[in-house]
T-cell receptor, first 115, second 112 residues
């Protein structure tokens, strides 16, 4: 099992450019999510998905789009990059049970700088 | 809504010192509780978890007990090592498919 993989590891964008951060998991998890991590802010949820074809917004969704066409993939799109989107982005996946999510598995992160 | 509050860092300890990182939570149901650890330059990884009241999670010398009466899940280790230097996150998972709720993280530095 590769677990949760993210590409690229590092990216520099100019303001206004668009790009897609890739996330894939090979554990057949229904649940996937995207977080951003900024100094002193902990993890903030951007978008999440409870299964293929289903997505929902998290705490900080503005400026980002997601789609979930397959169980394995959950790409995050930046529509028009802004310096405020400079951050480290983590993708995570989990399976759920009636009592709630079982542990989340995190990818290694993508460090994005917008100039 | 659900929330997790953990002690502010950074925490600096000498090697072999005792560690406590406090975590309290607010939840409507009976959540599962987790501690995650993030080593420098890496993603988060699960350190330990507890799914019901009075459960004790343990791993790598770390322990935390699910205390429903005080809504707490404090992380402890009897003797820290330099290799324990990392950021520690407390989190909860409530029922259904609601996202995990994380605390803001506590940075631990252990010096030799």
């Amino acid at each position: 099992n590769a677990g949760v993989t993210q590409t690229p590891k590092f990216q520099v964008l100019k303001t206004g450019q668009s790009m897609t951060l890739q996330c894939a998991q090979d554990m057949n998890h229904e649940y996937m999510s995207w977080y951003r991590q900024d100094p002193g802010m902990g993890l903030r949820l951007i978008h999440y998905s409870v299964g293929a074809g289903i997505t929902d917004q998290g705490e900080v969704p503005n400026g980002y789009n997601v789609s979930r066409s397959t169980t394995e993939d959950f790409p995050l799109r930046l529509l028009s990059a802004a310096p405020s989107q400079t951050s480290v982005y983590f993708c995570a996946s989990s399976y759920s049970r009636t009592g709630g999510l079982v542990e989340q598995y995190f990818g290694p992160g993508t460090r994005l700088t917008v100039t | 809504g659900d929330s997790v509050t953990q002690m502010e860092g950074p925490v600096t300890l000498s090697e072999e010192a005792f560690l406590t990182i406090n975590c309290t939570y607010t939840a409507t149901g009976y959540p599962s509780l987790f501690w995650y650890v993030q080593y420098p330059g890496e993603g988060l990884q699960l350190l330990l978890k507890a799914t019901k009241a009075d459960d004790k999670g343990s791993n790598k010398g770390f322990e935390a007990t699910y205390r429903k009466e005080t809504t707490s899940f404090h992380l402890e280790k009897g003797s820290v090592q330099v290799s324990d230097s990392a950021v520690y996150f407390c989190a909860l998972s409530d029922s259904g498919n609601t996202p995990l709720v994380f605390g803001k993280g506590t940075r631990l530095s252990v010096i030799a």
